[in-house]
Nanobody, 122 residues
Framework: QVQLVESGGGLVQAGGSLRLSCAASGRTFNHYAMAWFRQAPGKEREFVASISRNGFHKYYADSVKGRGTISRDNNKNTMYLQMNSLKPEDTAVYYC???????????????WGQGTQVTVSS
């Protein structure tokens, strides 16, 4: 089983940038496909981006395509989400997710972190 801890959230002005991190522990990191999801107040959780075990394949939601970059460092057991040109509608709790079985880019994922709040002010 893997444990996931997100960090890097905060308050940022519209047009700004943030880099979120997801640190994994417990099992071999490169066994896991990884993803970012987010949930805004009053809305369902939605897919943001995902990355394959070797980092070669990346997928993005249309809402972040061109503004977000997902990456991973298997030597550091960490996944990242760089978000640029942030908009107020990006405000949400961002969760990282992992799965060590067959999983599509959008899930379902078995393991989840506790989330990190991102707030974008206008």
């Amino acid at each position: 089983q893997v444990q996931l801890v997100e960090s890097g959230g905060g308050l940022v002005q519209a047009g700004g940038s943030l880099r979120l991190s997801c640190a994994a522990s417990g099992r071999t990191f490169n066994h896991y496909a990884m993803a970012w999801f987010r949930q805004a107040p009053g809305k369902e959780r939605e897919f943001v981006a995902s990355i394959s075990r070797n980092g070669f394949h990346k997928y993005y939601a249309d809402s972040v395509k061109g503004r977000g970059t997902i990456s991973r460092d298997n030597n550091k057991n960490t996944m990242y989400l760089q978000m640029n040109s942030l908009k107020p509608e990006d405000t949400a709790v961002y969760y990282c997710a992992a799965d060590d079985g067959p999983v599509g880019p959008r899930g379902p994922y078995d393991y989840w972190g506790q989330g990190t709040q991102v707030t974008v002010s206008s």
